[in-house]
């Protein structure tokens, strides 16, 4: 049955309300990932996360306002807190964007190691989809925690890599540097998979794709 009340509307209006934080968080990943393979034209970080804060502060405060407001049915509350907890986790890969921008500017020359490349590639392969999935444009086929695999072991052989004083991962002597990157990668996508995971327990009540 289609919802057609005020009140339905206003549910609906959350995943509106959430696609345009991801495309605005989409947006922000792109720059900073730009900052950190090229460089070039110095961006107003505060200000863009700013704009991204107020976003997600539209989405909770909407959200308090519904429960607050209205008798729940069963179901509404797990649409409700799931965009909410979606509009949380958006907002943090954001911020770890912003870290990754002003990083970026320790290594001017930007010849990051191949394994950095990979992730940053990787991240953008994972918000594109993110943001596909929240729009509809696809469905939920893929499980972004194998995708995020890609970003662990990465970050894992840095760790590694640096316990054992190699430089064989960033031979120009900055290994620490390079981790430090490397886990703000990785953390920005572990907040793009708890999206994803969020949005499968919101459609089916379940947090993994069921196994083939």
Request: with cysteine.
């Amino acid at each position: 049955m289609l919802r057609t009340s005020g009140y339905d509307r206003v549910l609906l209006n959350l995943r509106v309300m959430t696609v345009e934080l991801a495309e605005a968080v989409q947006r922000h990943l792109c720059a900073a990932i730009e900052a950190l393979e090229n460089g070039g034209t110095v961006q107003d970080w505060q200000t863009r996360d700013d704009v991204i804060d107020q976003l997600r502060d539209n989405i909770v405060n909407q959200s308090f306002d519904i429960m607050s407001l209205q008798q729940l049915r069963s179901q509404d509350l797990r649409w409700i807190l799931g965009f909410q907890r979606m509009a949380q986790e958006l907002e943090r890969s954001a911020d770890y964007a912003c870290d990754l921008a002003e990083l970026s500017e320790l290594k001017p020359e930007r010849n990051w190691p191949g394994d950095i490349q990979e992730m940053a590639k990787q991240l953008l392969r994972m918000i594109e989809h993110t943001v596909e999935i929240l729009k509809g444009d696809k469905e939920i086929l893929m499980d972004l925690a194998d995708e995020d695999d890609v970003l662990d072991e990465a970050y894992d052989n840095f760790k590694s890599a640096l316990v054992k004083g190699s430089q064989a991962r960033c031979p120009d002597g900055q290994l620490g540097l390079c981790l430090v990157i490397a886990r703000t990668i990785e953390r920005m996508g572990d907040h793009l998979v708890n999206v994803a995971e969020t949005l499968l327990y919101v459609q089916t009540g379940n947090r993994r794709l069921a196994e083939a």
